[in-house]
């Protein structure tokens, strides 16, 4: 174990993207191996097995999901006899290989990166399984029961030039509008297959561009298992051809921009702007300014709108936005935010749709551990806050508490009337190793409370066989023990 330097793969800084937004220094995520922070001049290239690395995270997680207020998730209907006991509850462990040679020498440098992944259940049996959302292994619709194992690889070829990075292959990516889910709320990650372009030639400023035509979700373990709801197909529809690009300028060390272009096939486009200040008041306290704009527009076939009770389609034409000020003194950090959408929303009355863009492609203040905030004219605020105890003389132990509360959603059970109300609680614990030879083992629990007076009285879906029933009312608790050491 290499102890001196944090492994290559992982990072510990916060991203709204992120399924909690709690700075928890320790529990760190994988990154996209080609993230453009990563790019370097090729020529510095040392080699293709001199700069090689090799890393391994190891991952045991439980997780439940607990149905409040007469929820349930059955298989397949109603009756009572086809019902579950409510809870849907797994536990497992995984590994996560991840290897990134160095590039060859010379005006054209070439490379390989891979991702080796396989996770274990521990239990399996009827009557634990949930759907999509809550499970971390895919279930038989007809038995109840989970998958008692995942494997997959993931390789990817790169060439570099100068400061300009290409890689084609399956791949996590890591923007706005198209992003790949890490690890945060399951075992494994997320991959999607395609082209992956990030370039710095220019001083502070990075252009990212992709074109990915397939998703694999991250509990399964073949391709195009990720699917976007739709009024088109009782199974949903999957990704055909994603196309986006971006530019992310560092204005000074305290302000950066970014601003992102999509399209996703038959589904939307979008388009995306973040602005993010800090303003130092001098060494122990600071406050930072995160504003994020989504534009979302149906195009093509429109899969994700609503086919209406006269065969029209309701096109999504919506924004989704968010302003987020966080005051830190020392050790304390205190968030408040506001979030609104606006315009037409699509299938189940979201206005912000991402799954066929990757479940990471949303990055607005109030999208926390359960629910995003993102329904059709729904507006929501955040309180949070967030202790490091390195003060307290406990280095690597934190603590975050958040609470959003989301008002004026459209409320399909009432008419569409704008009288939709949901709140969400989330608790988060954390504690990492500092020193020693188990230095960096982590430690978390994740606790999250929603209630909502709408959305998820409907039945959802898993293949068209597995559903959840009122998930509008849900505890869920996730408890994550990880481990990751470099071997080269």
């Avoid at 521990?122 to 494997?151: C, P, T, V």
């Avoid at 527009?297 to 987020?324: F, Q």
Wanted: glycine share 10%.
């Amino acid at each position: 174990m290499r102890s001196d330097y944090p492994c290559y793969f992982l990072e510990k800084k916060m991203k709204l993207r992120s399924s909690s937004i709690f700075l928890t220094v320790g529990m760190m995520s994988l990154t996209n191996l080609a993230i453009a922070d990563t790019v370097e001049s090729q020529k510095d290239a040392k080699g293709f097995i001199e700069d090689s690395h090799l890393e391994v995270i190891s991952r045991t997680m439980y997780m439940s999901s607990n149905p409040r207020h007469g929820g349930y998730y059955s298989l397949g209907g109603t009756a009572k006899r086809e019902k579950d006991t409510g809870q849907a509850e797994n536990s497992g462990t995984s590994l996560i290989g991840l290897y990134s040679s160095g590039y060859t020498q010379g005006t054209v440098g070439f490379g390989v990166d891979a991702i080796a992944m396989q996770a274990l259940s521990f239990d399996n049996g009827r009557g634990h399984s949930g759907d999509d959302n809550n499970n971390m292994f895919s279930s038989d619709g007809r038995s109840g029961r989970s998958q008692n194992y995942i494997s997959k690889l993931a390789p990817s070829l790169k060439l570099r030039v100068s400061k300009t990075e290409l890689k084609y292959g399956q791949m996590m990516v890591d923007t706005p509008v198209f992003a790949t889910q890490g690890i945060d709320d399951k075992l494994l990650p997320q991959d999607a297959t395609g082209f992956f372009l990030s370039s710095k030639e220019v001083d502070k400023l990075t252009v990212n561009a992709g074109y990915f035509t397939a998703l694999r979700e991250q509990e399964f373990s073949h391709n195009d298992s990720v699917t976007q709801d739709s009024d088109f197909s009782p199974n949903g529809e999957t990704l055909r051809r994603a196309i986006f690009a971006g530019l992310e300028y560092q204005f000074t060390d305290n302000l950066s921009g970014q601003v992102y272009a999509s399209r996703n096939k038959d589904f939307w486009r979008k388009y995306y702007t973040n602005l993010n200040y800090t303003y130092n008041i001098n060494t122990d306290n600071s406050v930072n300014f995160d504003f994020n704009w989504y534009n979302t527009k149906s195009i093509g076939k429109g899969y994700a709108d609503v086919i209406r009770s006269n065969g029209d389609n309701r096109r999504i034409n919506s924004n989704l936005w968010s302003l987020a000020a966080a005051y830190t003194y020392k050790v304390h950090t205190f968030t408040l935010a506001y979030q609104r959408n606006s315009g037409r929303g699509g299938l189940g009355g979201y206005s912000y749709l991402y799954d066929v863009d990757g479940g990471g492609a949303i990055a607005v203040a109030n999208s926390v551990q359960y629910s995003d905030f993102k329904s059709e004219n729904q507006r929501s605020w955040q309180l949070g806050y967030n202790l490091d105890f390195s003060d307290y003389g406990v280095p690597g132990l934190n603590f975050g508490i958040l609470y959003v509360k989301g008002t004026d959603a459209v409320n399909a059970n009432q008419n569409n009337r704008h009288n939709g109300k949901a709140w969400e609680r989330d608790i988060d614990i954390s504690y990492t190793i500092q020193e020693g030879k188990a230095k960096d083992l982590s430690l978390a629990l994740k606790y999250a409370t929603y209630r909502s007076n709408f959305d998820g009285s409907n039945d959802y879906s898993v293949n068209g066989r597995h559903n959840a029933h009122g998930r509008n009312n849900v505890d869920e608790v996730r408890v994550i023990l990880q481990y990751p050491w470099s071997i080269l």
